[in-house]
């Protein structure tokens, strides 16, 4: 089963500042950074067990406009590790540009 450690290690393969949930009570490093967090777990089970815990996870990419290598050294951390992801692009936020990843562990 892939823990919090192992998804932080597999974001931080990416190349940027990683945080878990927020930077507080650090101040934030200078854009781009990534901060990630558990979004539920819809486990599998039968027989009154849960067999599979299927972990949901959310990576949100913070950078200044929209950040083409960024985005794609998260894409290239993820895919390296065989998980697949959906995207949403929040766009310009006023102070950053943000691109969430959506995608499950085991």
Request: hydrophobic content about 35%.
């Amino acid at each position: 089963m892939m823990e919090r450690k192992d998804v932080f290690a597999m974001l931080k393969s990416a190349g940027m500042p990683v945080a878990y949930r927020q930077w507080a009570p650090a101040k934030p490093p200078p854009l781009p950074y990534v901060v990630f967090f558990r979004t539920g777990r819809s486990d599998a089970y039968a027989d009154n067990s849960n067999y599979a815990k299927v972990t949901r996870w959310c990576a949100e990419l913070y950078s200044e406009g929209k950040h083409d290598d960024g985005e794609a050294a998260i894409e290239r951390a993820l895919s390296e590790n065989e998980t697949t992801y959906s995207i949403n692009e929040t766009g310009d936020q006023g102070d950053f540009f943000l691109v969430a990843y959506y995608f499950d562990t085991i």
